[in-house]
């Protein structure tokens, strides 16, 4: 499957209605209050949230009347070029070495993702070490070691409840003797408590710190779409915790409310990076802000 037939394939359920309702919409219809209500409630159906919502409108509202448009049908070329600059972050470019920490509540799917971006990396022709962090949970490095062996890479793991940060030192100084160019750290998602969650990402971000200085370090909080408006205060959570500077969102194929991209990354100010569309390990896209919106929002 092509990357345009994968991203479609990934939004079939948020395009089945939205396509449809801002397609009717736009159709011979006046600029007037009761469109811009409508299109208020299309795109808060599809979990783009209040506050992304009325941003959208405040500036269709100013583009239409700057550009004195009064008619529905020339103003939609206007809400994607506004939907596009809501959601399109400059993320810079990875260099390597370079290290992913990989965090989210339980079930969210960290270790799926993981065992994704170990062959999305590996398919770029660089060498990469799966780091098993999640030591909380009985059989998260098994889970894991599956991953590893489907994308041909190595792990670096240990026993079920010894300390996460030890394992993350082993991993950095295994990946440094041989020169690996990604480390992936997966971590645990259910701890006894927020504060031991805060203390043991904190521990790793230290010895990544100490023991890594001069990689590219990114943290990347993992969201399954299917959630809607929870998965937005997980990211307020999360961001309470350490500096997110990027979304893996998972589960896109299983969600109707594909606009939940805008509830987290526009108020937010962070990037979607990569989408999860499926369980496979190939079903995972970098995120791209224009071709997320050409399949929501097509042009005729
Ligand atoms: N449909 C779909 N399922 C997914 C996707 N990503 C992960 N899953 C499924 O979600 C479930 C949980 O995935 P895991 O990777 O184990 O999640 P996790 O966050 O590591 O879970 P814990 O380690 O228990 O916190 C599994 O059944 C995965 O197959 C996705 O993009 N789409
Ligand atoms: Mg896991």
Not at 9 to 35: S, V
Not at 49 to 66: D, P, R, W, Y
Not at 249 to 266: E, Q, R
Request: proline fraction near 2%; charged fraction near 25%; charge should be negative.
């Amino acid at each position: 499957m092509g990357f345009f037939s994968k991203i479609s394939a990934g939004l079939k359920k948020t395009k089945d209605g939205f396509n449809k309702k801002i397609y009717e919409l736009f159709a011979g219809r006046e600029l007037d209050d009761d469109f811009y209500e409508e299109l208020e409630y299309i795109l808060i159906s599809a979990d783009v949230g209040v506050t992304a919502s009325e941003s959208i409108i405040e500036q269709l509202k100013n583009a239409c009347f700057e550009k004195k448009i009064t008619k529905s049908d020339n103003a939609k070329e206007l809400l994607r070029e506004i939907m596009i600059g809501e959601i399109d972050y400059e993320v810079p470019e990875y260099e390597y070495p370079l290290v992913i920490l990989v965090a989210g509540v339980n079930g969210v799917g960290k270790t799926t993702a993981i065992g994704k971006l170990a062959k999305y990396f590996k398919s770029q022709g660089k060498s990469v070490l799966l780091a098993a962090a999640d030591t909380f949970r009985a059989a998260a490095a098994e889970q894991l070691s599956v991953w590893a062996e489907r994308a041909g890479v190595r792990i670096v793991k240990q026993n079920e409840g010894s300390d996460p940060a030890a394992v993350v030192f082993d991993a950095i100084g295994s990946a440094k003797a041989r020169g690996e160019n990604v480390v992936l750290i997966d971590t645990a998602g259910r701890l006894h408590n927020k504060t031991n969650l805060m203390k043991e990402l904190s521990k790793i971000h230290g010895v990544v710190d100490r023991e890594f200085p001069n990689c590219d370090y990114r943290s990347y909080i993992v969201i399954d779409a299917t959630t809607g408006q929870n998965a937005v205060s997980q990211v307020e959570n999360f961001g309470e915790i350490f500096d997110i500077d990027g979304i893996i969102l998972n589960k896109f194929d299983g969600t109707a409310k594909g606009g939940v991209v805008f509830a987290i990354s526009a108020e937010h100010e962070i990037p979607v990076v990569f989408v999860g569309i499926g369980e496979q390990i190939d079903d995972l896209l970098k995120f791209d802000a224009s071709d997320y919106i050409e399949e929501l929002i097509p042009i005729e």
